[in-house]
């Protein structure tokens, strides 16, 4: 089954959702990051890019540390396309079948560049995978290596997102009311985030019941 092609302040809600997965994640994992930016194309689509500065914080001189810096960046991208599945979910009421799933992957939100997250992913893994596994001669040995990390990778990085889901779901209602810099752009820096972010810890605070 397609999904349903959204429009609009639906759209715009849909792209700051899946960046703010990306900014909550990367700051989980240990990376700094920037703000967030949503944009209005010509053609009535919606782009947007979250600012992350995945720098290592140690050398990375060892298979390990190589491999536990690719697994986080792999981990903040992966987490766009969680929380994107998720808003879908939540806005149809039901759960997705796996050919939305799919869709959501294959044709997820598209930053500024004009990559998606899947693009990216598989670069990652493509390294990834050579740290960990053996070379193999065949196609469909290699794509099994990969489907098996990216899997993996997808599961961690949807674990540590259901932490801080709710928060998101504030932080994303907030960041929806902000004022557009032009028609064409909402830019939220850093330090409007981080009140944003304090913001929602405290309403989620207030509707939680007293133990």
Not at 47 to 57: D, L
Not at 72 to 92: D, H, P, Q
Request: hydrophobic share 40%; charged share 30%.
């Amino acid at each position: 089954m397609a999904l349903p092609k959204v429009r609009g302040a639906r759209d715009e809600s849909r792209v700051i959702h899946h960046e703010l997965g990306h900014w909550l994640m990367a700051r989980e994992v240990g990376f700094d990051t920037g703000g967030v930016i949503v944009q209005r194309a010509p053609d009535g689509a919606i782009h947007g890019s979250a600012k992350v500065f995945p720098r290592a914080s140690v050398m990375l001189d060892t298979t390990g540390a190589i491999d536990d810096y690719l697994t986080r960046r792999v981990m903040v991208l992966c987490t766009g396309v969680i929380v994107e599945i998720e808003w879908y979910s939540k806005n149809l009421g039901r759960l997705l079948d796996e050919d939305e799933l799919a869709d959501v992957y294959e044709n997820g939100v598209i930053d500024v560049s004009g990559l998606s997250d899947k693009g990216k992913i598989e670069e990652l893994l493509v390294i990834l995978s050579g740290l960990r596994n053996k070379p193999v001669s065949e196609l469909p040995d290699f794509a099994a290596q990969i489907s098996d990390l990216f899997t993996e990778i997808y599961n961690q990085a949807k674990v540590k997102a259901e932490k801080f889901l709710d928060k998101l779901y504030v932080m994303a209602e907030i960041t929806s009311k902000e004022k557009w810099q032009s028609r064409e752009m909402l830019e939220v820096p850093l330090e409007r985030l981080l009140e944003i972010e304090s913001l929602s810890e405290t309403r989620l605070k207030m509707m939680s019941p007293a133990i």
